[in-house]
């Protein structure tokens, strides 16, 4: 099996010193790669910027925009058999970004923010026999909120959690198929996590 993953944050520049991202530690894309690695698949990880080391064994690719992500992933995902997209993609970014350092100018500003690219819907969209996977952090109405991103991104499964994963080393997550169908509840530290995710793709989803 080959896999990519994408993990982390994205960065979204204002000027050249100054950006918007989130608090994604990337631990569960990493827990999932380092789960598939032990499991013997090639891995392809897109990471944004984490503190944590690159796990041994993947081919590592770094980003830090969601533009950059997109390009990558676009790239590298023919050559896979499928895509788990555990990043935790900024939604939007400044119109435009300042060269050089915005000055302060005395009262309040407007930004003005536009969406960035959807790097696991435009992978869906482009899937052909490839398998997709994406995740759905969803504080409200979970169940139908992560449905309604499996079908419009085109995803085969979707992991649900919740917004206390951000951050943390557990994770409680649902699996659900694009039928509707819950097919597992997971729950324990994010390895373990990773580890039954994996396991489960390594019987149900095609190479
Ligand atoms: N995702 C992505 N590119 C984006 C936004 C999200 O690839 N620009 C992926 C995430 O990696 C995740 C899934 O889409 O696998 C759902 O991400 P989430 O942030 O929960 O959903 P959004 O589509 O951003 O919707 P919203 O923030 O409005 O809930």
Same mark, same amino acid.
């Not at 509840?185 to 580890?195: E, L, R, T």
């Given at each position: 099996?080959?896999?990519? =993953?994408?993990?982390?944050?994205?960065?979204?520049?204002?000027?050249?010193?100054?950006?918007?991202?989130?608090?994604?530690?990337?631990?569960?894309?990493?827990?999932?790669?380092?789960?598939?690695?032990?499991?013997?698949?090639?891995?392809?990880?897109?990471?944004?910027?984490?503190?944590?080391?690159?796990?041994?064994?993947?081919?590592?690719?770094?980003?830090? +925009? *969601?533009?950059?992500?997109?390009?990558?992933?676009?790239?590298?995902?023919? %050559?896979?058999?499928? #895509?788990?997209?555990?990043?935790?993609?900024?939604?939007?970014?400044?119109? *435009?970004?300042?060269?050089?350092?915005?000055?302060? =100018?005395?009262?309040?500003? +407007?930004?003005?923010?536009?969406? *960035? %690219?959807?790097?696991?819907?435009?992978?869906?969209?482009?899937? %052909?026999?490839?398998?997709?996977?994406?995740?759905?952090?969803?504080?409200?109405?979970?169940?139908?909120?992560?449905?309604?991103?499996?079908?419009?991104?085109?995803?085969?499964?979707?992991?649900?959690?919740?917004?206390?994963?951000?951050?943390?080393?557990?994770?409680?997550?649902?699996?659900?198929?694009?039928?509707?169908? +819950? #097919?597992?509840?997971?729950?324990?530290?994010?390895?373990?996590?990773?580890? %039954?995710?994996?396991?489960?793709?390594?019987?149900?989803?095609?190479?």
């Amino acid at each position: 099996m080959r896999l990519l =993953v994408t993990a982390g944050p994205t960065r979204e520049y204002l000027d050249d010193v100054r950006y918007l991202s989130n608090a994604s530690s990337g631990r569960m894309g990493y827990a999932i790669v380092q789960a598939a690695v032990a499991r013997g698949w090639e891995v392809v990880l897109i990471s944004g910027p984490v503190e944590i080391a690159p796990p041994v064994g993947c081919e590592f690719h770094s980003v830090m +925009t *969601t533009a950059q992500m997109r390009d990558e992933a676009v790239r590298l995902f023919p %050559d896979c058999d499928g #895509v788990i997209a555990a990043a935790a993609v900024c939604d939007y970014k400044p119109h *435009t970004r300042i060269e050089g350092k915005i000055s302060k =100018v005395g009262g309040p500003v +407007t930004l003005e923010m536009i969406e *960035t %690219d959807d790097v696991l819907a435009e992978l869906g969209a482009s899937k %052909d026999h490839r398998w997709v996977v994406g995740f759905a952090l969803e504080a409200q109405n979970p169940r139908e909120n992560a449905l309604q991103k499996l079908r419009k991104k085109n995803c085969d499964w979707i992991v649900l959690n919740g917004p206390q994963a951000i951050g943390s080393e557990s994770n409680s997550v649902e699996f659900i198929a694009a039928s509707g169908e +819950t #097919v597992a509840h997971w729950q324990g530290p994010k390895s373990m996590v990773a580890a %039954d995710l994996i396991e489960w793709l390594d019987t149900h989803a095609a190479r």
